[in-house]
C-alpha cells in the first residue's frame, strides 16, 4: 500500500511514518507543506525522513497560495476564535488540499496525518481530503492507535530517533505559532519563557517605541513602511519588527470543536499588528450599520474556518458580503510597537467618512440647534414605557 504522509519531522508524523511502515504494511511518501515555518524545521524533516525510511520526501512551497487565498481572506474578515488569529487552522486547508493533490499524482491509496484524536486539526484535514479525493483512505495513526506523546517517545527511541525528552506540540507558519503540552496544560501557571520563539519577552523589549506605517489596499496590506511589499515578504518582515517588541503573545483558554476547554498558547506578531491596524481602517471607512453586520458575518466566517468547514458554500456566501466592504478598505494606519502591544496611532483614507468640519469642536459646520429636536425623539419608546411603568 503507498500511503501520502503529510509530515512536518515533529514527533507525532515522525512516529507516523514509522508506525505506516511497520504496523500498516505501506510504503510512505512524505510530504511537507511550506506556509512559511522557520527555514531550518525543513532540513531537519528531510533529515528524518530519510532517517526513519521514507520512499520519497516531497516539499511544496505553498507560502503564496497561503498567503493569497487564506491569510489575506482572513484579514479581510477580522479572523479571530476567542481571541486566536487562526493561524494554524488557516494553514490545515492548504496543506491537506496538496496532501490530496500529490496522493492523487502519486497513485497513493491513502494519505496520513499526525493529528491526535483531541484537537482540531482532524476535523480540517479529514474534511478537506474528502472534500478533494473522496476516494482516498484516510489514515490518522496516532488517533487509531490512541497513542500518547510519552508512547510515542518510547517507541521511536526504540527506532532509532531518540527524543531527549517530550517536546512540546508546536505548529508555526507565517501567520502565528502554537504551543501545547507539558506544564502548558496546568492553566494556572504562567507560560515559560522557554515557550516562545517567534517573539522576546516584552520586559526586554526596546523601551523606545518604533512606529510601523501599513498601506492597505481593497482590504490587504500592501506597503510597508511606504514601500510596496509582496504579502509573504511584508508578513515576514513583520513579523521580526512586532516580534522584537513582544507583540503578539496570546493565553488564552480555547473551547475546542469537540467541546473540550483547552489551554492554548500563541504568537502571532505580525498577525496582531495587521488585523489591529485593519479594523482601525475600518472603522473609518464602514458605516455604523456595515460595520455592526459585518462583525457578525467575520464572527461567522471565524467559526467556521476554525471548525473545519472551509468547504461549506457560507464560507463563500460570506466571502461575498465581505469583499463587497473591502473596496473601500484602502489607506494608511500607522502602529506604535511598545513592548507587549501594538497601538494604532493614526489612520487616513480617500475613502474615509470622518468629516471634521461637522464633527470638531473648533468649526462650525452645522448649526448645533438642529440637535435638540432629534434629542426630544431619540429613545423616545424606552422613555414612554418608563412613564407608564
Ligand atoms: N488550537 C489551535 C487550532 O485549533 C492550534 C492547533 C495546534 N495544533 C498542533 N498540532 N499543535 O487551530
Redesign the pocket.
Known amino acids: 500500500m503507498k500511503v501520502v504522509l503529510g509530515f512536518s519531522g515533529?514527533l507525532?508524523t515522525c512516529a507516523c511514518l514509522k508506525l505506516l511502515q511497520e504496523k500498516y504494511g505501506a510504503e510512505v511518501i512524505t510530504v511537507i507543506v511550506d506556509v512559511g515555518q522557520r527555514p531550518e524545521l525543513f532540513r531537519v524533516a528531510e533529515e528524518r525522513a530519510r532517517k526513519l525510511g521514507a520512499a520519497k520526501h516531497v516539499y511544496v512551497d505553498a507560502k503564496e497560495e497561503f498567503v493569497r487565498e487564506y491569510v489575506f481572506r482572513s484579514v479581510k474578515a477580522n479572523g479571530c476564535?476567542e481571541g486566536?488569529p487562526?493561524?494554524?487552522?488557516l494553514a490545515?486547508y492548504p496543506t491537506a488540499s496538496w496532501l490530496a493533490r500529490i496522493a492523487l499524482r502519486e497513485g497513493a491509496e491513502a494519505v496520513a496525518h499526525?493529528?491526535?484524536g483531541k484537537?482540531?486539526?482532524q476535523f480540517?484535514f479529514d474534511l478537506t481530503l474528502s472534500a478533494q479525493a473522496p476516494g482516498l483512505r484516510i489514515i490518522a495513526p496516532i488517533r487509531e492507535l490512541n497513542l500518547t506523546r510519552e508512547a510515542e517517545v518510547e517507541y521511536l527511541g526504540k527506532c532509532g530517533l531518540p527524543f531527549p525528552s517530550t517536546p512540546y506540540?508546536?505548529?508555526e507558519n507565517l501567520w502565528g505559532r502554537?504551543?501545547?503540552?507539558k506544564e502548558l496544560e496546568d492553566p494556572s501557571r504562567p507560560p515559560p519563557e522557554e515557550a516562545f520563539q517567534l517573539t522576546r519577552s516584552p520586559a526586554e523589549a526596546p523601551k523606545e517605541p518604533t512606529l510601523v506605517t501599513l498601506g492597505f489596499e481593497g482590504g490587504v496590506p500592501v506597503f510597508l513602511n511606504g514601500e510596496r511589499t509582496e504579502g509573504v515578504r511584508l508578513i515576514r518582515e513583520l513579523n521580526l519588527l512586532a516580534g522584537a517588541y513582544g507583540v503578539g503573545r496570546i493565553d488564552v483558554m480555547?473551547d475546542?470543536?469537540l467541546g473540550l476547554k483547552?489551554r492554548?498558547v500563541?504568537e502571532a506578531p505580525a498577525a496582531t499588528v495587521i488585523l489591529e491596524a485593519h479594523r482601525a481602517l475600518e472603522a473609518l471607512v464602514l458605516t455604523r450599520e456595515e460595520l455592526a453586520v459585518k462583525e457578525r458575518m467575520d464572527r461567522k466566517w471565524s467559526e467556521m474556518v476554525?471548525g473545519g468547514r472551509w468547504f461549506d458554500p457560507l464560507r463563500e456566501d460570506l466571502e461575498a458580503f465581505i469583499e463587497a466592504t473591502q473596496r473601500r478598505v484602502t489607506g494608511e494606519v500607522k502602529v506604535e510597537l511598545l513592548p507587549g502591544r501594538a497601538q494604532v496611532v493614526g489612520r487616513s483614507s480617500p475613502h474615509s467618512l470622518y468629516d471634521r468640519e461637522r464633527v470638531s469642536f473648533h468649526l462650525q459646520g452645522f448649526d448645533q440647534r438642529m440637535s435638540a429636536s432629534v434629542t426630544k425623539f431619540h429613545g423616545l419608546d424606552g422613555r414612554i414605557q418608563r412613564m407608564r411603568g
Open positions: 515533529g507525532d476564535y486566536y487562526l493561524s494554524i487552522s490545515r499526525g493529528c491526535t484537537g482540531n486539526d480540517r506540540s508546536v505548529d502554537s504551543v501545547e503540552g480555547e475546542r470543536i483547552a492554548e500563541y476554525y
